[in-house]
């Protein structure tokens, strides 16, 4: 009777050990597929986070980017309605009205195209479906910022020559030939600003070319060595040189090449290869 009752001890003790032992797998098993759960959730908010900074400093950017680019336009309007309001001279009174509805009508339809902003960060396709007429562009940049150089006693011309053709992205390469206008008429006062468009070896190269104040030796070594400087993905555009910093980091976007040249016996020769 002892044998039997201590065998039916162990046995019950061994059942129990058992069930314990299963129990605890589950259980391990359970708080494993809870880790698992848990780490897979940790990862998801990390990359919802990643997410929203990146929304957050591409918004902050294209806010930047937007502002840079009408200011100029807008100071314009704003000096020459100062001009207007001044003057009781009627003929002057007119050239004033005629300049402020040129520039107006050209910064309307520069406002129109602000929804291609939207892609300058973002795109991926750098490239266009179909190809697109390039020359296009120079006159709109030409004719949204004639009115302002002529102010300065400044004239654009347009050099090209022939039609050139391209799928690269129009909006970054508007936006790139904007700001690089944008800082030649800022700088030139009683000259000259030349644009062109060549073909050369299946490369289009874009010249912009200015007779003012020009870049100083160091100035051009600083942004090519921004334009080089291969960590350069999304840099800070706060500060001066907003709208080169803009270009160099939109240039790199279309695998393209930027260089910046004296032109003698004053200004800056500015080219975009691609």
Same mark, same amino acid.
């Given at each position: ?15 129990t ?34 997410? *929203?900074? @990146?929304?957050?400093?591409?918004? %902050? +950017? &294209?806010?930047?980017? #937007?502002?840079?680019?009408?200011? =100029?336009? /807008?100071?314009?309007?704003a ?9 009781d ?27 291609e ?5 973002k ?10 007429? *390039?020359? @296009?562009?120079?006159e709109?940049? %030409? +004719? &949204?910022?004639?009115? #302002?150089?002529?102010?300065?006693? =400044?004239? /654009? ?14 909006s ?15 700088n ?17 190269i ?19 060595? &921004? ?7 999304t ?6 040189g ?11 976007k ?9 032109n003698?016996?004053q200004?800056?020769v ?5």
């Amino acid at each position: 009777m002892a044998i039997i009752f201590l065998a039916a001890i162990v046995v019950i003790i061994q059942v129990t050990t058992n069930f314990l032992r299963v129990k605890n797998k589950a259980l391990k098993k359970i708080v494993h597929n809870k880790n698992s759960e848990l780490k897979e959730t940790s990862l998801t908010l990390e990359v919802v986070k990643n997410d *929203l900074q @990146r929304e957050t400093e591409y918004q %902050k +950017k &294209l806010v930047e980017t #937007i502002s840079h680019d009408i200011t =100029t336009p /807008i100071r314009f309007i704003a000096m020459l309605s100062q001009k207007l309001y001044e003057s009781d001279d009627v003929e002057l009174q007119k050239k004033y009205f005629d300049s402020i509805y040129k520039s107006s009508e050209q910064l309307y339809q520069f406002t129109l195209n602000l929804k291609e902003y939207t892609e300058l960060y973002k795109a991926e396709d750098i490239f266009e479906e179909k190809e697109y007429l *390039l020359n @296009r562009i120079l006159e709109i940049k %030409k +004719k &949204l910022f004639w009115e #302002i150089a002529k102010e300065r006693g =400044t004239v /654009i011309v347009n050099s090209t020559e022939s039609e050139v053709y391209t799928k690269v992205s129009e909006s970054i390469l508007s936006a790139i030939i904007h700001n690089v206008l944008d800082n030649a008429v800022k700088n030139t006062f009683k000259g000259d600003i030349t644009l062109a468009i060549t073909e050369n070896k299946q490369k289009i190269i874009i010249t912009i070319t200015d007779t003012g104040a020009g870049m100083s030796t160091e100035q051009m070594t600083v942004y090519m060595n &921004l334009f080089r400087n291969p960590k350069l993905e999304t840099p800070s555009f706060k500060g001066k040189g907003l709208g080169l910093h803009m270009v160099i980091h939109l240039v790199k976007k279309i695998g393209a090449e930027i260089s910046f040249k004296q032109n003698f016996p004053q200004g800056t020769v500015v080219e975009i290869i691609f």
